[in-house]
């Protein structure tokens, strides 16, 4: 299905752009590509503000990179590869968030320590599944590195339902999540639940790791979960609007990315990647630029108040 699916596609942007952009809608594989990106890309960005906001990004690299052991298993054992992905990774997620931690909080050092082993053991988990299977994976470098190819009807129907629940809960716990977020200790005396919201946001990113990774490959899910919304940060402050402007640059840098990857051999994980670091890279310059110009005007208005 795949190789009949990349024998359709074009190497190379011809001289009518109108044309181009007109044939990548023609073709139904790429119409599901661009409805499963996007919704992808809005679960991507809402999820990923919160990941990056509560310092969780290694979290979520850690629950995509399992949803490549659980791809491989469920190959393995003749069921859907999507269902599998899914299911190591709200696996994973609970692991992580309900593995006890000592009584005096080891805090980012050892949580960091549960997360690198969930995710040593799942890459080795992956190799294993991957030799028991014992037939040609031909799906292997799409389960690492992201593949548009052969979207299906019932995955984007599956995206829009796990996307639509993600969102929903989100949007549930969104405001003490927020709270919790900024000042926890507060957020608890307050009588909010940190903890279960906690436990409850780590399934959520590994639903969302699990949806991204269907675009992006398990190895390149910072670039959709992370990117987008470090570079809304720092473009503003302002959580309302770095929240919308974190789903816009999502959805901007999928579909630039699926249009690239449609006229080239290369595949839509690199363009992803590559794209959404190129955004956050004139970001961090024009940001480094306006504060070096901000304060040669500070020091300027300084030193003609001193010399009046």
Known sequence: MIAVVAATVREGLG????????????LHFMVNAFRAGTIVAVVAGAMGWFTVLRRQSFAGHALAVVSFPGAAGAVWLGASATAGTFVASVSAALVIALVPRSASGGGDGEDSAVIG?????????GVLFV????????SLNGLLFGTFLGITDDQVTTLIIVGAAVLAVLAGIGRPLFFATIDADVAQASGVPVRMLSVVFLV?????????????GSLLVFALLVLPAASAQRLTSRPGSSFVLTIVLAVAITWVALAAAYFSVHPIGFFVTTIGLGVF????VAQSAKVRIQRRGRSGFTSQGLAA
């Open 15 to 26: 001289w009518n752009l109108v044309d181009d952009m007109r044939q990548l809608f023609e």
């Open 117 to 125: 082993t969930v995710q040593a053991l799942a890459l080795a988990s």
């Open 131 to 138: 030799s028991l299977y014992g037939g040609f994976l031909n």
């Open 204 to 216: 959520l990113l590994g639903c969302a790791a699990a949806e991204v990774s269907q675009i992006t």
């Open 281 to 284: 890279v004139v970001v961090t």
